[in-house]
């Protein structure tokens, strides 16, 4: 029994030795280890700063897009009335227009009726056509 007894102390000092002899192995292994976590960690460190200054920056670019779009929109709807105001003055120009064609018309079909006892002139002021006798243009001038 002595005999094994001293066998598995000899084991025992022999890993022992192994294990102090590994030491520097083991240590220098360890160092490397923690240096590369450490790397890791910067590293990823990184990314994540880099990732919210993206996440910033998009931000930024969507809110100046929604500022746009609006403005877009609003432009659009600004152009729209503008349209609108546009075709109302031609219609209404276009109304002015027939309105003093058939006065117009009418001044001269009165001129040439028999039955007008006083001459009539036409008289167009302020896009307006009037109907005025000889003594009425004589008596403003």
């Known amino acids: 029994m002595a ?6 102390l000899t084991d025992e000092l022999d890993i022992l030795r192994k294990a102090h002899q590994n030491d520097p192995e083991v240590l220098k292994a360890q160092q490397e280890a923690d240096r590369l976590r450490e790397e890791v960690k910067k590293l990823k460190d990184a990314d994540l700063l880099e990732l919210q200054k993206a996440k910033d920056h998009n931000q930024r670019l969507d809110k100046e897009n929604l500022a746009l779009r609006n403005r877009v929109r609003s432009l659009d709807s600004q152009r729209k009335m503008l349209q ?58």
Not at 3 to 8: A, L, S, Y
């Open 3 to 8: 005999h094994e007894e001293i066998r598995r």
């Open 84 to 141: 609108e105001t546009v075709e109302q003055l031609r219609n209404d120009q276009q109304a002015e227009s027939s309105e003093t064609e058939v006065l117009l018309s009418q001044a001269i079909s009165g001129l040439q009726s028999p039955h007008q006892m006083a001459p009539s002139v036409c008289h167009v002021q302020n896009n307006a056509l009037e109907l005025k006798t000889p003594e009425e243009i004589h008596a403003r001038y």
